[in-house]
């Protein structure tokens, strides 16, 4: 038997079981803060979702863009008669129900769950309430003391803090830090961290927020687990290829944490001379 | 394959390709005449500082997009990783080198050569766009002799060229003249000294360089060689007026980042209409 040409595509080659675009409708809108929340029917064969991934809504003809739209993913459901749904944060965009529009997803690895019950301090900057929100539910769920805190630089800037009361055990709301960086983000994050006396640190937000928290979180000698990318802030694709993302991890590896992450553990994003120290 | 062979009809461009596996979510890689890694360098010394974290792109528009160079793939990751992972699969690379120093060219292709996955390494493309090394003819020259010593024959060589070299046609003469077996054309525009332009915009200037050095073998002024056209291609008609102005291969780069699938599509779309010119050819 002679191999088939290369050049030739089989019709599998890009068919079931590889990542494509497909088509959601939007079932429900709810104002969320600064944005909106989404709940979309997804077809089944979708998978399942959790906390800390993310959906790419690639750009449409009308709507040219260099990169794809990245959304977090706030809650997902499966249910026996209406199918699977996922909920999407996204920008206020004034969705009304019914909408469609087609995405890729679910993208990235999701926050881990300890298994072991475990105290837990879950921030999130601006749009990264939206899967700090869904971890420290999940959290919680699973049985484990969650304190979760909402971060922005105003009260603007926040996501809809009205329902937050019911996911956590404690429910800190800052505002007032500038976009992140600096003594005075070590500060407060150090401080939450000892207040809550919490064993494992979630962070999600800006990239350079998420790395402080891991330094926080190894100085004061606890486990943290850090989004080191950022859907939606227009420098990166998302899926690896644009090196937008790309960071350097203990072993000196490059990593684009669109693709391993956005989730990563603290521990390997620390700088050198932490590394070098351990 | 021999290295006088056509290039590769499709691949991605230097960059923009990732390392394999994440293409591979989107398709099946053996389907793709080759897949691109790199710009690939040597590895930072021990200690050496850690990679800035800014990211390397700068501003996109809706048809444009400004980027910074990344940092370099390291050859060792290439060897010990990406060139195994993508022989286990039945698929192939285009590894994309600097064409600067030839001390550290020599390093990364003797890596290169030394790898027992050697058989997925299609050609490299070496990169001679860079001011000063495609504005003295004598060092592209050099440059790829040196790289047709350090690699097996039947790997290919291919030398990129932008608008940045001051003589094309001289430098495109000397490269071939050195060993390249075909020419990447780049319509990757300069934005001040350190970043560059990509996108849907470039495409007319990737196909203005096209033709020229097309019309420069026809006139002798090179010796025929195939060329390989880079910027602006993201879709089937982007792909055929490259080649239809002379063209061998297309690159795809920024219209992966939304459009992975692209890759199979233009593959299986340009791949009959190839094949009937390959066979006249």
Do not use: N
Request: aromatic letters at 4%; a neutral charge; glycine letters at 12%.
């Amino acid at each position: 038997m002679t191999p088939a040409p290369r050049g030739a595509v089989p019709p599998a080659a890009t068919g079931a079981g590889y990542l494509r675009p497909f088509e959601v409708e939007v079932v429900s809108v709810r104002p969320d803060g600064a944005g909106e929340r989404i709940w979309v029917s997804v077809p089944t064969s979708a998978g399942t979702a959790a906390p800390g991934q993310f959906v790419l809504v690639p750009p449409g003809p009308e709507q040219p863009r260099m990169f794809s739209d990245g959304w977090w993913l706030t809650g997902a459901e499966e249910h026996p008669v209406h199918g699977a749904r996922w909920e999407v944060a996204t920008p206020a965009l004034g969705w009304r129900p019914g909408d469609r529009l087609e995405v890729i997803g679910p993208m990235g690895r999701a926050f881990p769950v300890p298994r072991e019950s475990v105290t837990c301090l879950v921030v999130g900057y601006e749009t990264g309430q939206a899967p700090a929100r869904w971890c420290a539910a999940v959290l919680g769920e699973r049985g484990h003391r969650v304190s979760l805190a909402l971060v922005a630089r105003d009260s603007d800037h926040h996501r809809d803090l009205a329902t937050t009361r019911r996911l956590a055990d404690r429910v800190l709301v800052v505002d007032g830090l500038a976009p992140p960086g600096g003594d005075p983000w070590l500060q407060a994050l150090t401080r939450m961290v000892v207040d809550e006396a919490a064993d494992v640190l979630y962070a999600a937000g800006p990239t350079t927020l998420c790395r402080q928290a891991a330094e926080v979180a190894a100085a004061q000698g606890r486990v943290s687990q850090v989004t080191m990318y950022e859907p939606g802030s227009g420098l990166g694709c998302g899926i690896g290829l644009c090196q937008g993302c790309l960071i350097t991890v203990t072993g000196a590896q490059q990593v684009r944490p669109c693709v391993v992450g956005p989730v990563l553990p603290g521990a390997v994003v620390l700088t050198t001379d932490r590394q070098a120290g351990r | 394959m021999r290295a006088d062979a056509m290039p590769p009809l499709v691949t991605p461009a230097s960059g923009c390709g990732g390392t394999g596996p994440e293409l591979a979510r989107f398709g099946d890689p053996r389907a793709l005449p080759a897949l691109m890694l790199g710009p690939v360098g040597l590895p930072p010394a021990a200690g050496a500082e850690r990679v800035s974290t800014a990211s390397t792109v700068v501003e996109s528009t809706a048809a444009s997009l400004v980027y910074r160079h990344g940092p370099a793939l390291p050859v060792t990751e290439v060897c010990d990783q990406w060139l195994p992972w993508l022989r286990a699969r039945d698929a192939r690379a285009v590894v994309a080198v600097p064409g600067e120093a030839s001390a550290v060219l020599a390093d990364i292709l003797g890596r290169l050569r030394r790898s027992v996955d050697l058989g997925a390494l299609v050609a490299v493309e070496v990169d001679l766009s860079a001011p000063q090394a495609s504005s003295d003819p004598q060092h592209c020259l050099r440059v790829m002799s040196r790289t047709r010593e350090l690699l097996p024959r039947d790997v290919g060589r291919h030398a990129k060229f932008d608008t940045r070299s001051p003589d094309l046609i001289g430098a495109a003469r000397h490269a071939v003249a050195g060993g390249a077996t075909a020419l990447v054309l780049s319509g990757a525009t300069p934005v001040g000294t350190a970043a560059a332009m990509a996108g849907p915009a470039v495409l007319p200037i990737t196909v203005a360089l096209v033709s020229s050095v097309r019309e420069a073998i026809d006139q002798g002024r090179v010796p025929p060689v195939p060329l390989i056209g880079v910027g602006g291609v993201g879709d089937e008609a982007g792909a055929r007026r490259l080649l239809e102005a002379g063209a061998s291969g297309v690159q795809v780069g920024t219209a992966l980042f939304t459009d992975p699938g692209v890759l199979w599509r233009l593959t299986s779309d340009l791949a009959p209409a190839d094949r009937d010119r390959r066979d006249q050819g």
